[in-house]
């Protein structure tokens, strides 16, 4: 727990100077909804997730964009692109036990590498054509997303024709022609690819992937469901706030009491560490 508060303070100490130098990235999460109204299914974008509360389902709790998510088809089954090396497949399953601690249950079951590369679809929506949900480095952000160079990653999702709170697929798909993604800790960024912390990346992505809108630095700063993260050598956002924990056991529940409660405990003693750390900034 010692070196835990150690890292926290050189990551908010650092923050402040990230934030002169401009180091803020926004994610550009997104969702479609297939109509099955004739032969052709209609893709209807929907508002984006950034803003949180205005285009929820009544009856859903804040910061949540389906309120079933995958209840009904756990675990969720997920492949990564064969050009993600296996060191940084191992920092998104991390991600993954994150999510996992909070709910007291298996939530992802690894189907290993997929031959597919991001560079194999070349309009965002893509992916979601086949049954695999996938990860996939994107060398040509722009042209196969649409998306601007800015954004780190972006999750898409296909919710239930029949059931529109609950999701059917997703996937994430990683800006790599202007990010390097990785351990920030121990590695640097690459000429004008900056280091992203990919932990702290996919407890973002899969928090979209899960359920979870964006959530305001206003409403809770120290959510991982913030729209923007810090990023560069040494900045991370790894771990979950109290209100992510609600948020996500809003859907899933909780299974086993043992795990959730180790979690929280971990919790409680970095929150001490993190309102120290903030004072000084
Ligand atoms: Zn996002």
New binding site residues.
């Given amino acids: 727990m010692k070196q835990r508060s150690l890292v926290m303070a050189y990551v908010f100490a650092t923050s402040s100077v990230s934030t002169l130098m401009g180091g803020f990235v926004?994610?550009?999460?997104q969702s479609y909804r297939i109509s099955v109204h004739g032969e052709t299914a209609d893709k209807i974008d929907r508002p984006n997730?950034?803003s949180s509360g205005s285009n929820l389902s009544s009856g859903s709790l804040p910061g949540v964009h389906s309120a079933s998510g995958w209840k009904r088809s756990l675990p969720i089954r997920f492949v990564t692109s064969d050009e993600i090396e296996s060191a940084v497949v191992k920092q998104l399953q991390t991600a993954m036990k994150t999510w996992e601690m909070a709910v007291g249950k298996p939530l992802f079951a690894y189907d290993g590498v997929e031959a597919k590369k991001g560079a194999d679809f070349r309009q965002l929506y893509e992916p979601l054509s086949d049954s695999k949900n996938g990860n996939y480095f994107d060398h040509n952000w722009f042209g196969a997303t649409g998306k601007p160079n800015s954004v780190l990653a972006t999750?898409i999702w296909e919710n239930s024709p029949q059931e529109s709170s609950s999701i059917t697929k997703a996937d994430i798909r990683y800006n790599a022609e202007f990010y390097v993604f990785g351990n920030s800790l121990d590695e640097f960024s690459e000429g004008k690819r900056t280091i992203v912390d990919m932990e702290s990346l996919a407890v973002?992505?899969l928090?979209?992937l899960l359920g979870l809108t964006?959530v305001k630095e206003t409403e809770d700063r120290f959510s991982v469901?913030n729209?923007s993260l810090f990023i560069g050598e040494g900045m991370i956002t790894r771990r979950l706030s109290k209100g992510d924990i609600v948020r996500i056991r809003s859907i899933y529940g909780i299974g086993d009491p043992t795990l959730a409660q180790a979690l929280e405990k971990a919790d409680d003693a970095a929150d001490g560490a993190d309102s120290a750390d903030q004072t000084r900034m």
Wanted: charged content about 5%; overall charge negative; hydrophobic content about 20%.
């Fill in positions: 926004a994610c550009g999460a997730t950034q999750t973002h992505e928090g979209h964006h469901m729209p």
